[in-house]
């Protein structure tokens, strides 16, 4: 089995730890230098520090562009998955947000009735036709079919 680089750091930590705890046992046994012991010590100390400090910050780069591919990834998911009226309930809300801090409201949302839509979408479709009659009126004219016979 491969041992990745977490437990790899893992047990070399917990070994530098136990050599740090020997030293010190080491240190208090009768005839030995605290004065030059102590000092092996902390280097010992500051090799695992270091060690520490190369191995995560090379794993946080990876693991770093790693949560930026997924999150972005995640994003699409939520976008996909959000409704496109939630839009409206987002600005609505938004807008009692701003009422509570004493804020002017931002936008303003107008009632919405079918009755009137369907009025204006017939009001609209009868222009339209009202101006394809009128054209075809114009085109067919013996006049414009001359103008069109000359170009």
């Known amino acids: 089995m491969k041992q990745t680089a977490y437990e790899l750091l893992a047990l ?32 010992v100390q500051y090799v695992r520090a270091q060690i520490g400090f190369e191995v995560t910050s090379e794993a946080n780069d990876f693991e770093q562009a790693n949560q ?13 998955l959000k409704d496109p009226d939630d839009v409206f309930l987002e600005a609505e809300d938004r807008d009692v947000q701003r009422k509570k801090q004493g804020l002017p ?19 609209k479709k009868t222009q339209a036709a009202k101006k394809r009659r009128a054209r075809s009126k114009r085109g067919s004219s013996s006049k414009a079919i001359a103008e069109r016979k000359k170009q």
């Open 12 to 43: 070399l930590d917990r070994n530098l730890r136990e050599s740090v705890t020997l030293l010190k046992r080491l240190t208090a046994c009768p005839g030995q230098r605290s004065d030059v012991l102590v000092p092996l010590s902390n280097e």
């Open 68 to 80: 930026t591919h997924w999150s972005r990834i995640h994003h699409k998911y939520l976008q996909w």
């Open 105 to 123: 409201p931002r936008i303003v949302v107008l009632p919405w009735s079918a009755e009137e839509e369907e009025k204006l979408l017939t009001a």
